[in-house]
T-cell receptor, first 113, second 113 residues
C-alpha cells in the first residue's frame, strides 16, 4: 500500500472549516483514500473514503486532486468534539488476505474555542 | 447492535503470566483484526482473520496467538507476557466487500509489570 504523509498537528477555531491535508504521491490507480479519526484513545472511527471523485457525507468532505497524489479532508464547521487524531490511509480495493489497513501517526487536530 | 465488544477494558499482568483478550462482534462481519497502539504511535496490526478457521499474521505477531472458531469471536492470546506488550489493544471487524469500513472496539489497556 502507498505511504502517506500528514502534518503532525493542526489547530482550528471552533465553527470554522478544518482542512486536513494528506500527501500520497505513490498512490496506484486501484488504491482508495480512507480517513479515520481517533478521539482520545477511543477506537478509531471511519469518516469517509474515495477513489478519484470528491466525496461528501454527513461528517466530512474529501477532496482528491486530479493526479490523486494528495487529498484534503474538510470538516465544514469544526466543533470541540472534533478534536482528535486524523489518519489518512491508502489501500488497494478488494477482499482476500490483502484487506488490512496500515495506520501511521496521523494529524492531531485541536479545535479551539 | 452492540458492534465490537472487547473485554477486559483494563488489565495488569505480571511478567510471564498469560491471558486472553476477548473480542466479539454482532454484525456478521467475516473480517476481524487485532491492532496494538503504543503511546503516541499509530496502530500496528497483530493478526487478522478473513473468516472462521482462517487467520494470518500482521506486522507484529510475535508473542501473540489467535483463533477464529466462530464468525463472532476473535480472541487474542498473550503467552509469557513481557513489558514490551504494555499497550492498548483494539479489535476491529469489517465486511469482505472491496471498500468495507472497519468498526473498532473501545480498546483493552494492558500493563505488564
Amino acid at each position: 500500500d502507498a505511504k502517506t504523509t500528514q502534518p503532525t498537528s493542526m489547530d482550528c477555531a471552533e465553527g470554522r472549516a478544518a482542512n486536513l491535508p494528506c500527501n500520497h504521491s505513490t498512490i496506484s490507480g486501484n488504491e482508495y483514500v480512507y480517513w479515520y479519526r481517533q478521539i482520545h484513545s477511543q477506537g478509531p472511527q471511519y469518516i469517509i473514503h474515495g477513489l478519484k471523485n470528491n466525496e461528501t457525507n454527513e461528517m466530512a468532505s474529501l477532496i482528491i486532486t486530479e493526479d490523486r497524489k494528495s487529498s484534503t479532508l474538510i470538516l465544514p464547521h469544526a466543533t470541540l468534539r472534533d478534536t482528535a487524531v486524523y489518519y489518512c490511509i491508502v489501500r488497494v480495493a478488494g477482499g482476500g488476505s490483502n484487506y488490512k489497513l496500515t495506520f501511521g501517526k496521523g494529524t492531531l487536530l485541536t479545535v479551539n474555542p | 447492535n452492540a458492534g465490537v465488544t472487547q473485554t477486559p477494558k483494563f488489565r495488569i499482568l505480571k511478567i510471564g503470566q498469560s491471558m486472553t483478550l476477548q473480542c466479539t462482534q454482532d454484525m456478521n462481519h467475516n473480517y476481524m483484526y487485532w491492532y496494538r497502539q503504543d503511546p503516541g504511535m499509530g496502530l500496528k496490526l497483530i493478526y487478522y482473520s478473513v473468516g472462521a478457521g482462517i487467520t494470518d499474521k500482521g506486522e507484529v505477531p510475535n508473542g501473540y496467538n489467535v483463533s477464529r472458531s466462530t464468525t463472532e469471536d476473535f480472541p487474542l492470546r498473550l503467552e509469557l507476557a513481557a513489558p514490551s506488550q504494555t499497550s492498548v489493544y483494539f479489535c476491529a471487524s469489517s465486511f469482505w466487500t472491496a471498500t468495507g469500513e472497519l468498526f473498532f472496539g473501545e480498546g483493552s489497556r494492558l500493563t505488564v509489570l
